[in-house]
T-cell receptor
Framework: QQQVKQSPQSLIVQKGGIPIINCAYE??????FPWYQQFPGKGPALLIA?????SEKKEGRFTISFNKSAKQFSLHIMDSQPGDSATYFC????????????FGQGTELSVKP | NAGVTQTPKFQVLKTGQSMTLQCAQD?????MYWYRQDPGMGLRLIYY???????DKGEVPNGYNVSRLNKREFSLRLESAAPSQTSVYFC????????????FGQGTRLTVV
């Protein structure tokens, strides 16, 4: 199965809160899990990515948590700011799928001042 | 650096008309991709080109054709547009076949009436 399921579809938090976006995958051959951030009218841009040999990766205020046995990974945004308001996509890929990325459905995040 | 450039940015077609979406990258990337983005569906891969001279189908190829004109350019053609092809189309490129950072264009918003 090639699906990547992402939740929630939308999320509203107050400034300083910690929004969490979750993704689940089925194909155990996936070995690359990026998160993309998209602002209105723009193309997606890579935010952070993780490989299954580690359980957590931090870059600035953004953290990916990875649970290989549960086939789940999540994005946490620490001290969220209004400028973080965007749509976030998780994705998964691997050599087994020809290296192509399968994207989740997207989460529209709104951070209120 | 322009990165990935798509033209046009907006287009309205009548059912049955044809058109070609253009994409060019200036990063000397080997692989290029066409995605469509629909609300609640995430990004779905239409076609991709792992390297100059090769093209392959993605998840949703029906109704589309592609041409990898050279290493820089990858075009998407709709031979007979249908309302179901109303979407936002993104071109992307990677240095190699996925599992590395994908750079996206700004998108083409296509409406078929």
């Amino acid at each position: 199965q090639q699906q990547v399921k992402q939740s929630p579809q939308s999320l509203i938090v107050q400034k300083g809160g910690i929004p969490i976006i979750n993704c689940a995958y089925e194909n155990t051959a996936f070995d690359y899990f990026p998160w993309y951030q998209q602002f209105p009218g723009k193309g997606p841009a890579l935010l952070i990515a993780i490989r299954p040999d580690v359980s957590e990766k931090k870059e600035g205020r953004f953290t990916i948590s990875f649970n290989k046995s549960a086939k789940q990974f999540s994005l946490h945004i620490m001290d969220s700011q209004p400028g973080d308001s965007a749509t976030y996509f998780c994705a998964a890929g691997g050599v087994d799928g020809g290296g192509k990325l399968i994207f989740g459905q997207g989460t529209e995040l709104s951070v209120k001042p | 650096n322009a990165g990935v450039t798509q033209t046009p940015k907006f287009q309205v077609l009548k059912t049955g008309q044809s058109m070609t979406l253009q994409c060019a990258q200036d990063m000397n990337h080997n692989s290029m991709y066409w995605y469509r983005q629909d609300p609640g569906m995430g990004l779905r891969l239409i076609y991709y080109s792992a390297s100059e001279g090769t093209t392959d189908k993605g998840e949703v190829p029906n109704g589309y054709n592609v041409s990898r004109l050279n290493k820089r350019e990858f075009s998407l053609r709709l031979e007979s547009a249908a309302p179901s092809q109303t979407s936002v189309y993104f071109c992307a490129s990677t240095a190699e076949l996925m599992n590395t950072e994908a750079f996206f264009g700004q998108g083409t918003r296509l409406t078929v009436v």
